[in-house]
């Protein structure tokens, strides 16, 4: 038997969703390349694109925007557990991936339809929620008049933002809303092909993702921009790193031999808002302390293609829009959260159950022995 440790390179479906092409270095979002369309979508038009297979007409999106709004408040039992959860300060993912199964009691949850609804509109209420709780501060009531994203940095700060934060969020969230196969949206699959409920298929998809070889580590690719402070320090900085046999966080990824392309799309992203903000400073040190890095890993690691990859700017663009470094990991998942429900639709409508075998490698013919016999 033809045995692929961790699946690598199985092909276990096909999908319309997205194609990832890690030696050509491009992403495709429902056909559209990940650059085209993450920069100029609400994250409502990629939902809803993911989810129908098209970009959504004004009536169409107009419904769409009203249906997630009106869904964004919270059962109070959700709230409860929050509060439980704040109280032993439990990790953000932590909260997330408790709550996101209290979302079963929502009026009208258990249809799959209202479900995909319940879960994207709450996400984000989750995570702005549980922060503030964090924080000492009371939940805000979520406002039906602002979109998805801006809804977000609403419940979170209490605050209306200025359209160019709700932009680069904006972006960062579409950018991240599919990525192939991956742990976690494979995972969603697997649940919701026993012909479980959708929430359930969610609840397991942010199991998967909290876990640190999935869920990645933007925070400590800040950190080392931060650490390195100037310029000049980077090259000794991280060669010091580097001969230490420390990762340079931010660089290299399993799929990508080349440059990741969401690392682009975040770049630009991070470059408008940074100049907007008229604070360049620290967006002009990230790109030298990343072309350092480059230079270095091309040096010390020759043979291995190890280049950007979506970390190191989602560190910097979501610190630009001053965002902390423990909701990153939950932030991607307000964007997922679209992509593993359009990855379960489609499951849905193929039927079938996933079942892959396993090869045996144990012993056999082994025989019982009474207890008092075994030594």
């Known amino acids: 038997m033809d045995t692929k440790q961790g699946l690598e390179g199985v092909v276990a479906a096909t ?46 999106l107009a419904a769409f925007r009203s249906r997630l709004a009106a869904r964004r408040a919270l059962p109070a ?21 408790m709550a996101s199964g209290t979302l079963s009691l929502t009026d009208s949850a258990g249809d799959t339809g209202q479900d995909a609804v319940i879960l994207v509109a709450a996400f984000p209420a989750i995570v702005a929620a549980y922060w503030r709780m964090l924080e000492g501060k009371e939940p805000l009531a979520p406002r039906e008049d602002l979109g998805h994203t801006a809804s977000f940095l609403y419940l979170l700060t209490g605050e209306e933002p200025a359209a160019e934060r709700v932009r680069g969020l904006e972006t960062y969230l579409n950018t991240v809303i599919d990525h192939g196969f991956n742990a976690s949206t494979f995972t969603a699959r697997v649940i919701i092909s026993t012909r479980s409920d959708l929430v ?23 950190d080392m921009v931060f650490e390195i402070g100037t310029a000049d320090r980077a090259e000794p900085v991280l060669r010091e790193k580097l001969a230490r046999g420390e990762r340079l966080m931010g660089f290299g990824h399993r799929i990508y031999r080349v440059r ?23 967006y002009d040190l990230a790109r030298s302390v990343e072309a350092t890095a480059l230079r270095l890993l091309r040096e010390h690691k020759p043979d291995r ?3 950007t990859n979506v970390e190191f700017y989602t560190a910097l663009l979501l610190h630009g829009l001053g965002l902390p470094t423990d909701l990153f990991t939950p932030l991607f998942a307000v964007g997922r959260v679209s992509g593993w429900i359009a990855h379960c639709l489609e499951q849905l409508a193929n039927g079938r159950l996933i079942r892959p075998q396993s090869e ?16």
């Open 360 to 375: 045996y490698v144990g012993e056999r013919d082994r025989r019982w022995v009474p207890v008092e016999e075994r030594r």
């Open 305 to 307: 293609p190890l280049d």
């Open 200 to 222: 359930s298929a969610v609840t397991g998809a942010v199991g998967a993702l909290k876990g640190p070889l999935h869920g990645g580590a933007p925070g400590p690719a800040l």
């Open 260 to 282: 990741d392309p969401r690392a682009d799309v975040l770049a630009e992203a991070a470059a408008r808002f940074y100049k907007n903000a008229g604070d360049s400073a620290l």
């Open 15 to 60: 999908t319309r969703l997205s194609s990832v092409d890690g030696e050509a270095g491009v992403l495709l979002i429902a056909g559209f390349p990940v650059e085209d369309l993450a920069p100029l979508a609400t994250f409502e038009e990629t939902t809803w694109l993911l989810w129908n297979g098209a970009l959504p007409g004004a009536a169409d």
């Open 77 to 97: 039992a959700t709230l409860d557990l929050l509060r439980a959860a704040a109280q032993r300060r439990v990790p953000v993912m932590d909260a997330l991936r």
